[in-house]
T-cell receptor, first 113, second 117 residues
């Protein structure tokens, strides 16, 4: 699986937008970009995913670079509840029966009141 | 649905004792995953099942670890004998074929925090 690189930590203020970057320079043409987040003392939860086009859902937006070598998770108005570790993961749904998700250490987001 | 249910939430045991962690996946999901999370190594996949059959156990640390899935609604992860270095948070996750192909979504339980003294 292709590797992703994320900053170890980021900080934001409440009600301000947050842009969480992810580099994936070795991404293949069939890799989807997935984001999960892990709130304190909880298991990871799915946030959003995309292939080529930018994506929006109720939780966040995903902006994907034209060359797909990087992407950005956008939280439009950070709240204290958004303080979590955010993971960027690549996965090829056509990769046979290998269902593994390879997790890095993610970005720890702190939100200041 | 109640989501993925893990028990116990916390387990404290002494070195050498047997530990059994339990997981009930979301009804209808045909993939089940066991993960271990530590500060140093992050989230590591230990093993995963498809339709109750173990598919990949390459992440299982050693023979002291074993996992079973006797039916579609229950799985166990056993450590025997336990050691202090096994202290971690253990997560169970489940997924269904539709979700996997479409979104690769895994749904996680709240985890079991294991402390081996």
């Amino acid at each position: 699986d292709a590797k992703t690189t994320q900053p170890n930590s980021m900080e934001s203020n409440e009600e301000e937008p947050v842009h969480l970057p992810c580099n994936h320079s070795t991404i293949s043409g069939t890799d989807y970009i997935h984001w999960y987040r892990q709130l304190p003392s909880q298991g990871p939860e799915y946030v959003i995913h995309g292939l080529t086009s930018n994506v929006n859902n109720r939780m966040a937006s995903l902006a994907i670079a034209e060359d797909r070598k990087s992407s950005t998770l956008i939280l439009h108005r950070a709240t204290l509840r958004d303080a979590a570790v955010y993971y960027c993961i690549l996965r090829d749904p056509l990769a046979g029966n290998n269902r593994k998700l390879i997790w890095g250490l993610g970005t720890s987001l702190a939100v200041n009141p | 649905d109640a989501g993925v249910i893990q028990s116990p939430r916390h387990e404290v045991t002494e070195m050498g004792q047997e530990v059994t962690l339990r997981c009930k996946p979301i009804s209808g999901h045909d993939y089940l995953f066991w993960y271990r999370q530590t500060m140093m190594r992050g989230l590591e996949l230990l093993i995963y099942f498809n339709n109750n059959v173990p598919i990949d156990d390459s992440g299982m640390p050693e023979d002291r670890f074993s996992a079973k899935m006797p039916n579609a609604s229950f799985s166990t992860l056993k450590i025997q004998p336990s050691e202090p270095r096994d202290s971690a948070v253990y997560f169970c996750a489940s997924s269904d074929q539709g979700s996997w192909l479409a979104k690769n979504i895994q749904y996680f339980g709240a985890g079991t925090r294991l402390s081996v003294l």
